[in-house]
């Protein structure tokens, strides 16, 4: 009798385990990222991103939402040539700052694996705003008297641009804990439809692209809560 009481209480464990771990009523996800991009001069540089959602279940596999992403980077380099031919040195200074928003609305279907186990497929579309100052120095001057000064030039510049974005990402989400889930997704397919950009002359044409990036630098890692 005992160890059917045991079994019972066994069996009943993991079928509510099991309901558990299925997406809730609504759910909050958080994940960063970390890709290469190229500064105005074409030096690459690290750019971070950060991004957090929250979706509600409408279905028992689909779920759809709001989304918001920040990400921030920063481009620095700096570097001397000699011409000993000509008693010179050259010295060039660049610096970058990049930052962007995109907020917008997605959707994701779950598909179950195991117990778990889910893989998805995720979709965004929304609004990116893009801003950069950049600040730039170039100068010569003779290599035996560094304080004298042949020649130099510099300034700084601010750029910006609006666009129209959408990404489709794959991923998988593992459960911990019945609330708790760790994700790991790759921003596979992109469209970028560019609104506005100061860099533009007034009247051009903006274009519009579709890409695929099988990088490890779209991947995403995060994690979800579900309530």
Not at 22 to 47: A, C, E, M, W
Not at 76 to 92: I, K, P, R
Request: with cysteine; hydrophobic share 35%; aromatic share 14%.
């Amino acid at each position: 009798m005992k160890r059917l009481i045991l079994l019972a209480c066994c069996m009943f464990a993991l079928l509510q385990a099991s309901a558990q771990i299925q997406p809730k009523s609504y759910f909050i996800t958080t994940d960063v990222g970390l890709n290469t991009q190229k500064d105005g001069r074409g030096n690459d540089f690290h750019f971070y991103q950060v991004s957090t959602s929250v979706s509600s279940m409408v279905s028992e596999k689909w779920a759809a939402g709001v989304f918001a992403e920040y990400g921030r980077g920063i481009s620095e380099v700096e570097t001397t040539n000699d011409n000993n031919s000509f008693n010179m040195s050259f010295y060039e200074y660049y610096k970058q700052k990049r930052s962007s928003w995109h907020f917008g609305s997605q959707a994701r279907f779950y598909y179950p694996v195991k117990l778990r186990l889910y893989v998805f497929g995720e979709g965004r579309v929304g609004v990116k705003y893009e801003s950069a100052d950049s600040e730039y120095l170039s100068s010569s001057f003779v290599k035996s008297d560094p304080e004298r000064t042949t020649a130099k030039s510099g300034g700084s510049e601010q750029t910006s641009a609006l666009s129209v974005q959408g990404v489709v990402s794959p991923g998988i989400a593992y459960f911990l804990t019945p609330k708790i889930g760790l994700e790991l997704k790759l921003n596979l397919l992109h469209y970028n439809h560019i609104l506005d950009d100061s860099t533009s002359p007034d009247g051009a044409e903006h274009p519009h692209d579709f890409s695929a990036d099988f990088g490890l630098s779209s991947t995403r890692i995060g994690a979800s809560f579900y309530f």
